[in-house]
């Protein structure tokens, strides 16, 4: 019951900062969007440690097209960040998806999720490497 909830209003949330990027065109490539990913990833964690395998894969299946739809309006790395740690809010969310494609694929143990585990780890090495990078490269400055 209260997963059910959780997840419908996680819904609304999603409708309703989607329809308004339009009109707030600074969200855009936000590091706070990607703070979406972290919520049905935690979610697909918990459902294969239920072993509630078919909504786990879809809820998987929802993570890996937040992560396009985020990756496909951009990332905002380039700019200098208005606070100090701003560009961490990219490094979470991406090591939960990465951490939920591990437990997914721990239990399906097929080729493809293995393969899709090697891309997230990746994904999220190279997020965490770039942020401190560029956290070190604004302290310098600083």
């Not at 019951?1 to 490539?29: P, R, S, V, W």
């Not at 979610?43 to 509630?52: A, H, K, Q």
């Not at 401190?132 to 310098?140: A, L, N, T």
Request: glycine share 8%; charged share 10%.
């Amino acid at each position: 019951m209260c997963f059910g909830a959780g997840f419908l209003l996680y819904i609304d949330l999603i409708i309703f900062i989607f329809a308004q990027l339009h009109e707030n065109t600074g969200m855009k490539g936000s590091p706070s969007m990607f703070l979406l990913i972290a919520v049905p990833s935690i979610g697909v964690v918990s459902l294969v440690m239920m072993e509630i395998l078919p909504f786990a894969e879809m809820l998987l299946g929802w993570v890996l097209v937040l992560l396009v739809l985020l990756f496909g309006i951009g990332p905002r790395l380039l700019k200098a960040p208005s606070e100090m740690g701003e560009y961490w809010a990219y490094v979470f969310p991406l090591a939960s998806a990465s951490s939920a494609c591990i437990r997914y694929a721990g239990v399906t143990q097929t080729k493809s999720t293995e393969t899709r585990v090697i891309i997230m780890i990746c994904i999220a090495l190279a997020s965490a490497f770039t942020v401190i990078g560029k956290m070190s490269y604004h302290m310098v400055l600083c």
